[in-house]
């Protein structure tokens, strides 16, 4: 069973309102990712981070923003969320080498109205 | 760069009918290859995986051999269940700075009627 966790799974939020989505694992991964899935199932990563203080932008451009104080925590942020930011987001760890896999948390499901 | 390629969904079956979901891939070196599923309201979660060619992965009666030659790395399954109803991505570890990151397919729905 994967040890990584998203809060909340769901989320219904005025326009203008900042969120935080959180991510948690527990399993000392290096490796953190925050892919966004769009009604098709489509994932598009948004950002990755190899490490404590590493983030980067990932495929799709995002106006979240995530930060990396801790190995164990990746949040990501929405300063002005807007109803374009609906949908479902997926946060993922792994330890990053060529034959590892990704482990998933639940995922958030976003509404802005 | 590196790339993944899945068969379009939805897939409607009927239970006990065998199952095919086609995956090609590009890549430069020898990736690692996967098969994921996602079941409805949750995260992805590892279904098996192959890390050379030829090697076959296998789990809860799926299988996905790793082709070099075609570059792909379909998967199948010989007698499906109501309860496989799941959305399906292929994906490979792609290299990058700082480490391996994981490219998806653009998911495969299998819808399984009894």
């Known amino acids: 069973e994967a040890d990584i966790y998203q809060t909340p799974r769901y989320l219904v939020i005025g326009t203008g309102k900042k969120i935080t989505l959180e991510c948690s694992q527990t399993m000392g991964h290096d490796k953190m990712y925050w892919y966004q899935q769009d009604p098709g199932m489509e994932l598009h990563l948004i950002h990755y981070?190899?490490?404590?203080?590493?983030?980067e932008k990932g495929d799709l451009s995002s106006e979240s923003t995530v930060s990396r104080i801790r190995t164990e925590h990746f949040p990501l942020t929405l300063e002005s969320a807007r109803p374009s930011h609906t949908s479902q987001y997926l946060c993922?760890?792994?330890?990053?080498?060529?034959?590892?896999?990704?482990?998933f948390g639940q995922g958030t499901r976003l509404t802005v109205v | 760069g590196n790339s993944v390629t899945q068969m379009e969904g939805p897939v409607t079956l009927s239970e006990e009918a065998f199952l095919t979901i086609n995956c090609t891939y590009t890549a430069t070196g020898y990736p690692s290859l996967f098969w994921y599923v996602q079941y409805p309201g949750e995260g992805l979660q590892l279904l098996l995986k192959a890390t050379k060619a030829d090697d076959k992965g296998s789990n809860k009666g799926f299988e996905a051999t790793y082709r070099k030659e075609t570059t792909s790395f379909h998967l199948e399954k010989g007698s499906v269940q109501v309860s496989d109803s799941a959305v399906y991505f292929c994906a490979l570890s792609d290299p990058g700075n700082g480490g391996f990151k994981t490219i998806f397919g653009a998911g495969t729905r299998l819808f399984v009627k009894a």
């Open positions: 981070s190899y490490g404590v203080n590493s983030t």
């Open positions: 993922a760890s792994s330890e990053g080498r060529r034959n590892t896999e990704a482990f």
